[in-house]
């Protein structure tokens, strides 16, 4: 049998994962410390354009529009189950409604049949806008994302990770594992802390010289 059988998925999203997370927290990294190294607390938040230095151009044009993909496939993944609760939870209260669950066909040449509900269309719009304006008044993207990272790394990424694996592996209380895992824990805990007050203090900081628009 020269055809081998793949690999178990389980197997396959491990080393996927584990390859993803190693360049991403690879350039991260090599930004952030760089960064800081050459510039302390005057490095700029847009690595493109934060220098002074516009070109080349198509090389920055190039960047953006690497963002530009990469936040709107973000958005997507962040704002999918928050439709999905709102609309499920709308169906579930008013299940008679033609607004929630009447759906009309709409043909669009070259793509096909495209399926739309009022209740949907009205309250994706609503919700896309909401978020753009709130982008708009509130652009401390900068200090914005280190809190909410900061908020949610330790709990997300360590907390429930490590827990999980020593309900799972029953790894003995006490036993040096053990010890190890928790004291990775304090640290990283730590670590969030420190993040969190100072994103709170950049964000108090830019609201002192703010101008809506």
């Known amino acids: 049998d020269t055809l081998k059988s793949s690999p178990p998925e389980n197997k396959a999203m491990k ?4 390859v993803g997370i190693l360049v991403t927290t690879f350039f991260y990294a090599l930004c952030g410390l760089v960064g800081y190294a050459a510039f302390g607390n005057k490095a700029p938040g847009n690595f493109l354009t934060g220098f002074g230095f516009y070109e080349p151009f198509w090389l920055v044009d190039i960047g953006n529009l690497f963002i530009i993909i990469h936040l709107a496939g973000a958005y997507q993944v962040f704002a999918q189950p928050v439709f999905s609760l709102v609309e499920n939870w709308g169906i579930k209260k008013w299940p008679q409604s033609k607004l929630m669950i009447k759906e009309y066909n709409i043909r669009i040449p070259l793509v096909g049949i495209w399926r739309m509900n009022i209740f949907r269309l009205i309250w994706r719009t609503i919700y896309v806008m909401i978020t753009t304006l709130m982008a708009i008044i509130f652009p401390f993207f900068n200090s914005v994302v280190g809190l909410l990272g900061a908020i949610t790394f330790f709990p997300l990424t360590v907390y429930f990770p490590t827990e999980m694996y020593l309900t799972r592996a029953k790894v003995p209380k006490y036993s040096s594992i053990w010890i190890g895992i928790k004291l990775l824990s304090v640290f990283c ?7 969190t007050v100072a994103s709170v203090q950049g964000i108090i ?3 002192m010289i703010y101008k809506p628009f």
């Open 205 to 207: 900081a830019e609201l």
């Open 15 to 18: 080393k996927a994962s584990l």
């Open 189 to 195: 805990l730590i670590v969030t802390l420190v993040a």
